[in-house]
Protein backbone atom coordinates (compact mmCIF):
# COMPACT_ATOMS: atom_id res chain seq x y z
CA UNK A 1 0.00 0.00 0.00
CA UNK A 2 0.90 3.87 -0.80
CA UNK A 3 0.60 6.67 1.85
CA UNK A 4 0.47 9.80 1.10
CA UNK A 5 1.08 12.78 3.35
CA UNK A 6 -0.90 16.53 2.70
CA UNK A 7 -0.13 19.07 4.14
CA UNK A 8 -2.33 22.29 4.58
CA UNK A 9 -2.24 25.32 5.96
CA UNK A 10 -5.70 25.93 7.94
CA UNK A 11 -7.63 27.79 5.01
CA UNK A 12 -6.24 24.92 3.11
CA UNK A 13 -7.97 22.14 5.82
CA UNK A 14 -11.13 24.09 5.82
CA UNK A 15 -11.52 23.86 1.92
CA UNK A 16 -10.23 20.57 1.45
CA UNK A 17 -13.45 19.49 4.46
CA UNK A 18 -16.00 21.13 2.34
CA UNK A 19 -14.65 19.60 -0.87
CA UNK A 20 -14.59 16.21 1.22
CA UNK A 21 -18.24 16.88 2.37
CA UNK A 22 -19.83 18.01 -0.99
CA UNK A 23 -19.02 14.89 -2.72
CA UNK A 24 -20.26 13.29 0.39
CA UNK A 25 -23.81 15.16 -0.42
CA UNK A 26 -23.98 14.08 -3.31
CA UNK A 27 -23.15 10.73 -2.75
CA UNK A 28 -26.62 11.00 -0.70
CA UNK A 29 -28.62 12.13 -2.95
CA UNK A 30 -28.33 15.54 -1.47
CA UNK A 31 -27.21 17.93 -4.75
CA UNK A 32 -28.69 21.27 -3.13
CA UNK A 33 -26.06 21.07 -0.72
CA UNK A 34 -23.80 22.41 -3.55
CA UNK A 35 -25.91 25.99 -3.53
CA UNK A 36 -26.13 26.05 0.55
CA UNK A 37 -22.01 25.62 0.62
CA UNK A 38 -20.95 27.69 -2.43
CA UNK A 39 -23.22 30.73 -1.67
CA UNK A 40 -23.65 30.99 2.34
CA UNK A 41 -21.16 33.12 3.27
CA UNK A 42 -22.39 35.83 0.87
CA UNK A 43 -24.87 37.23 3.74
CA UNK A 44 -22.93 36.59 6.62
CA UNK A 45 -20.76 38.93 7.88
CA UNK A 46 -19.39 36.93 10.96
CA UNK A 47 -21.50 39.01 12.86
CA UNK A 48 -25.00 39.02 11.84
CA UNK A 49 -27.13 38.94 8.73
CA UNK A 50 -27.85 41.53 6.38
CA UNK A 51 -31.75 41.08 5.39
CA UNK A 52 -31.26 42.50 2.06
CA UNK A 53 -28.47 40.34 0.62
CA UNK A 54 -29.97 37.26 2.32
CA UNK A 55 -33.38 37.86 0.50
CA UNK A 56 -31.37 37.97 -3.05
CA UNK A 57 -29.35 34.36 -1.42
CA UNK A 58 -32.57 32.65 -0.96
CA UNK A 59 -33.63 33.81 -4.60
CA UNK A 60 -30.41 32.87 -6.14
CA UNK A 61 -30.11 29.67 -4.30
CA UNK A 62 -33.39 28.55 -4.85
CA UNK A 63 -32.96 29.39 -9.19
CA UNK A 64 -29.55 27.45 -8.35
CA UNK A 65 -31.15 24.24 -6.64
CA UNK A 66 -33.59 24.07 -9.68
CA UNK A 67 -30.82 23.71 -12.15
CA UNK A 68 -28.28 21.73 -9.73
CA UNK A 69 -31.53 19.24 -9.07
CA UNK A 70 -32.23 19.23 -13.21
CA UNK A 71 -28.56 18.46 -13.98
CA UNK A 72 -27.94 15.43 -11.10
CA UNK A 73 -30.83 14.05 -12.89
CA UNK A 74 -29.48 14.41 -16.24
CA UNK A 75 -26.35 12.58 -14.69
CA UNK A 76 -27.97 10.42 -12.29
CA UNK A 77 -30.98 9.41 -14.17
CA UNK A 78 -32.39 6.75 -11.65
CA UNK A 79 -31.04 9.42 -9.28
CA UNK A 80 -33.66 8.53 -6.59
CA UNK A 81 -31.85 5.61 -6.02
CA UNK A 82 -28.35 6.88 -5.37
CA UNK A 83 -27.29 5.52 -1.80
CA UNK A 84 -23.89 5.47 0.14
CA UNK A 85 -21.48 3.41 -1.13
CA UNK A 86 -17.86 2.23 -0.13
CA UNK A 87 -16.63 5.51 -1.43
CA UNK A 88 -18.98 7.49 0.84
CA UNK A 89 -17.84 5.35 3.95
CA UNK A 90 -13.84 6.53 2.86
CA UNK A 91 -15.11 9.74 2.14
CA UNK A 92 -16.51 9.76 5.49
CA UNK A 93 -13.89 8.63 7.36
CA UNK A 94 -11.59 11.82 5.91
CA UNK A 95 -14.23 14.11 6.33
CA UNK A 96 -14.32 13.12 10.48
CA UNK A 97 -10.37 12.85 10.62
CA UNK A 98 -10.03 16.36 9.19
CA UNK A 99 -13.40 17.69 10.82
CA UNK A 100 -12.50 16.50 14.66
CA UNK A 101 -8.74 18.28 14.21
CA UNK A 102 -9.77 21.26 12.79
CA UNK A 103 -12.27 21.58 15.99
CA UNK A 104 -8.94 20.49 18.12
CA UNK A 105 -6.90 23.23 16.65
CA UNK A 106 -9.71 25.88 17.04
CA UNK A 107 -11.49 24.70 20.03
CA UNK A 108 -9.31 23.05 22.36
CA UNK A 109 -12.01 22.93 24.92
CA UNK A 110 -15.27 22.83 22.51
CA UNK A 111 -18.18 21.00 22.59
CA UNK A 112 -20.89 19.03 19.79
CA UNK A 113 -20.43 16.88 17.31
CA UNK A 114 -17.29 18.14 15.90
CA UNK A 115 -15.37 17.38 19.61
CA UNK A 116 -15.80 13.63 18.98
CA UNK A 117 -12.64 11.37 17.79
CA UNK A 118 -13.48 9.90 14.56
CA UNK A 119 -15.36 6.32 14.25
CA UNK A 120 -14.03 4.30 11.40
CA UNK A 121 -16.95 3.37 9.23
CA UNK A 122 -14.96 0.90 6.81
CA UNK A 123 -12.17 -1.64 7.04
CA UNK A 124 -9.42 0.42 6.39
CA UNK A 125 -7.85 2.86 9.21
CA UNK A 126 -8.87 6.44 9.81
CA UNK A 127 -6.50 8.72 7.94
CA UNK A 128 -4.00 10.13 10.28
CA UNK A 129 -4.55 14.23 10.56
CA UNK A 130 -2.39 15.88 12.92
CA UNK A 131 -2.54 19.94 13.45
CA UNK A 132 0.60 22.09 14.48
CA UNK A 133 0.96 25.69 15.63
CA UNK A 134 3.77 26.17 13.11
CA UNK A 135 4.43 29.86 14.96
CA UNK A 136 5.37 27.87 17.86
CA UNK A 137 7.43 25.83 16.36
CA UNK A 138 9.49 28.24 15.21
CA UNK A 139 9.65 29.84 18.31
CA UNK A 140 10.82 26.91 19.80
CA UNK A 141 13.51 26.44 16.91
CA UNK A 142 14.71 29.48 17.81
CA UNK A 143 14.86 29.30 21.30
CA UNK A 144 16.77 25.98 21.14
CA UNK A 145 19.06 28.04 18.61
CA UNK A 146 20.00 30.48 21.54
Known amino acids: MIEYTLTLNSQQAKETLKAV ?3 MRLKMNQPKEISRNVM ?4 WDGKKVDKEKFNDYLSRRDKADYYIELGFQSIF ?3 ESVKKDDEWYRLYNIYQALRYQIHLAENPHGKGVDSFPPSRFTDEPI ?3 KWRNIDE ?3 T ?3 KQK
Open 137 to 139: DHQ
Open 77 to 79: PNW
Open 21 to 23: ELL
Open 40 to 43: AENY
Open 127 to 129: PEC
Open 141 to 143: QER
